[in-house]
């Protein structure tokens, strides 16, 4: 005896059926029903489409939200750095000034001075570059996370025409056939939107 078992939807039993429910004659295909499978088709492929560039930019999203988080970490320890070099500088200063009846020992204090200045110069251009990278990979992450919002809703509207399609086989009321192909647009506009980004 087989596990399997075979989940059927109402569009399938109407596919199977055709004449099922006094629609159909002598055994002849149903052009509305295959219209309708068709078009269930085609949105649930584009479904899956918005489905997943959805997760895709929604991945791009949480990654350029972590490179941001570890650049901040970074820039962190930057300007960590930059102070303690600071306060090397403020001992260094007050070496200098305290040795300045020892010629030798002020050019040491003043050496060190001059190097710490350089130093915190490169560490304080560091600092700032990665803070500005922290700021591109936070709007990188927003853009992306914008663009996932679009693919789910795309999604969704494809899912609602779906299930407008499959009562639209059960009921054969063409309003709701006109309804499913209107929200089938409006979620593939949606979709047009995920994609550039609007």
Excluded: C
């Amino acid at each position: 005896m087989s596990d399997d078992f075979e989940v059927r939807g109402p569009h399938d039993e109407a596919l199977e059926h055709p004449g099922h429910g006094g629609h159909e004659t002598h055994g002849a295909p149903d052009p509305f029903a295959g219209r309708i499978a068709v078009m269930t088709a085609m949105l649930a492929t584009i479904g899956a489409i918005f489905s997943y560039q959805g997760g895709s930019s929604e991945g791009l999203a949480l990654f350029h939200k972590n490179e941001a988080a570890i650049r901040k970490t970074e820039a962190a320890n930057q300007w960590s750095y930059y102070q303690a070099k600071g306060e090397k500088e403020n001992l260094a200063e007050l070496g200098a000034s305290l040795t300045e009846s020892d010629p030798k020992a002020h050019a040491k204090f003043a050496a060190d001075v001059d190097k710490y200045v350089q130093q915190k110069q490169a560490i304080f251009a560091k600092a700032q570059a990665l803070e500005k990278s922290v700021e591109e990979a936070d709007k990188m992450s927003e853009e992306q996370l914008h663009r996932h919002h679009r693919w789910a809703q795309a999604t969704t509207l494809t899912q609602i025409a779906i299930s407008l399609a499959a009562i639209t086989l059960l009921t054969r009321r063409r309003w709701l056939q006109i309804a499913a192909y209107g929200v089938a647009g409006f979620g593939v506009l949606v979709g047009v939107a995920a994609y550039l980004g609007l």
